[in-house]
């Protein structure tokens, strides 16, 4: 039994739709305050509206509206305990093809805004007295690749080296950051793709289905609570053993 997050106030960047949105509405339903940021204002506030939850319009690739963000954020509910640094982009395109800002666009959000969010969440997690930081990374790039992807995965990855040496220095501060590492999750984005886009994914799976949202937002759920607070600068894995197969015939095999 884990002790409850009844009161702890958590803001979830990139929570207006997507993994965000689920990952919020876990902390919601645990008794959380929520806040959520994007730069869509129309869907942050239906989200927020839906959620429960407090909505923040903020670009997280611009240190001023990371600073903004979090000080409408303690002003609310008077402080802040968990920073989730969710916000991603996943444009998709092949490196031949790739122009110089395409890659500037990716890392301005992947990257640099994880660290932008972070670093002006410092001082509030601090004063919570056990602040706590997880990122959203992904299985592609830290661990496997997909064609379109290259400058994506570089970002996921770039995350984990961040987090290794931000949890060395924050652990000064008694936070901690973590990082969940999703699989193919279903979001709303999904859809558009297709049936048969959607069996050849799910074919690929060992337990043959998509990660649901819920399913990232329990794992941040538990680097978030007072029995993870010894575990700093790692990483899990949620993606229904996506990973494991070493190819089509592991998965024939079943
Ligand atoms: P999504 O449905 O497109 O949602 C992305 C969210 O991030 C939206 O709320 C979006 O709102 C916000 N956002 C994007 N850029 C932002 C910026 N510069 N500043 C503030 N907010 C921003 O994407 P998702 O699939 O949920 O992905 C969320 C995270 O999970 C990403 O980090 C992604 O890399 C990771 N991930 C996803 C999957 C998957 O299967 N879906 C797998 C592995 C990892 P606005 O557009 O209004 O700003």
């Given amino acids: 039994m884990f002790t409850p997050l ?11 739709k997507g993994i965000g949105k689920g990952i919020a509405g876990v902390f919601a339903r645990a008794g959380a305050n929520v806040a959520v940021c994007g730069r869509d204002r129309e869907t942050g506030e239906a989200a927020a509206q839906e959620l429960g939850a407090r909505y923040v319009i903020a670009d997280v690739a611009k240190a001023a509206d ?10 609310e509910f008077g402080g802040l305990d968990v920073l989730c640094a969710n916000a991603g982009v996943f444009p998709d395109v ?17 990257v640099k805004g994880t ?6 969440a410092l001082n509030p997690l601090e004063a919570s007295g056990h602040g706590r930081v997880i990122v959203t990374s992904s299985i592609t790039g830290p661990i496997t690749g997909f064609p379109g992807w290259s ?3 570089a970002t996921k990855a770039a ?24 699989g193919n999750i279903e979001t709303e984005g999904l859809g558009e793709l297709g049936p048969e ?22 794992a941040a759920l538990f680097f ?27 998965m024939d095999a079943q």
């Fill in 197 to 218: 886009y959607r069996a050849t994914m799910e074919s690929m799976i060992p337990q043959r289905r998509l990660g649901k949202v819920e399913d990232i937002g329990n």
């Fill in 6 to 16: 009844t009161g702890r106030t958590v803001l979830v960047t990139g929570g207006t």
């Fill in 159 to 182: 995350q984990l080296g961040f987090l290794r040496t931000a949890a060395i220095e924050l652990a000064a501060r008694n936070i901690t950051i973590n990082a969940v590492m999703p």
């Fill in 94 to 110: 092949k490196l031949a093809d790739m122009s110089e800002a395409d890659i500037d666009a990716i890392f301005a959000t992947n």
């Fill in 151 to 153: 400058h994506y995965g």
């Fill in 224 to 250: 978030a609570t007072e029995e993870a607070g010894y575990i700093t600068g790692q990483t899990i894995v949620v993606d229904g053993g996506q990973v494991l197969p070493e190819g089509q015939m592991a």
């Fill in 115 to 120: 660290m932008l969010a972070v670093k002006a």
């Fill in 66 to 75: 990371c600073e903004r963000m979090v000080d409408e954020v303690v002003r």
